[in-house]
């Protein structure tokens, strides 16, 4: 499938009134083919498959993913991967989507290359 894009802005607004650092604070990052991927070692993980689609336990809360992100949750679970490597059978729009969730649950860190 065509690559809809070189890369990826994304901008989380932490509900700030005023512009501040840490958690009231703006957040943007570019996500690029080359991105390197891992998933945050401060938050211990379960992956538990369901009939109809993938859990993933975190502390205080369970995250449901359609059973096609399977393989890409156990390959973040494996070690650090590039975005471009990070196989899903889902368009491109969409592994944006579900890494953009990832990262806005602070399950996902992408490092600096």
């Given at each position: 499938m065509a690559r809809l894009c070189e890369s990826y802005w994304m901008v989380d607004w932490s509900a700030a009134s005023k512009p501040a650092i840490g958690g009231d604070s703006i957040w943007i990052g570019a996500l690029t083919p080359d991105s390197i991927l891992r998933l945050n070692d401060r938050l211990p993980t379960l992956?538990?498959?369901?009939?109809n689609n993938v859990e993933l336990?975190?502390?205080?809360?369970?995250?449901?993913?359609?059973?096609?992100?399977?393989?890409?949750?156990?390959?973040?679970?494996?070690?650090?991967?590039r975005y471009a490597d990070l196989a899903l059978p889902l368009s491109e729009s969409d592994r944006a989507l579900f890494v953009r969730s990832?990262?806005?649950?602070?399950?996902?860190?992408?490092?600096?290359?």
């Open positions: 992956l538990r498959a369901r009939e336990l975190v502390p205080g809360k369970v995250l449901g993913f359609p059973l096609a992100c399977r393989t890409a949750l156990e390959r973040l679970r494996a070690g650090p991967v990832l990262l806005l649950e602070g399950l996902v860190l992408v490092d600096e290359r």
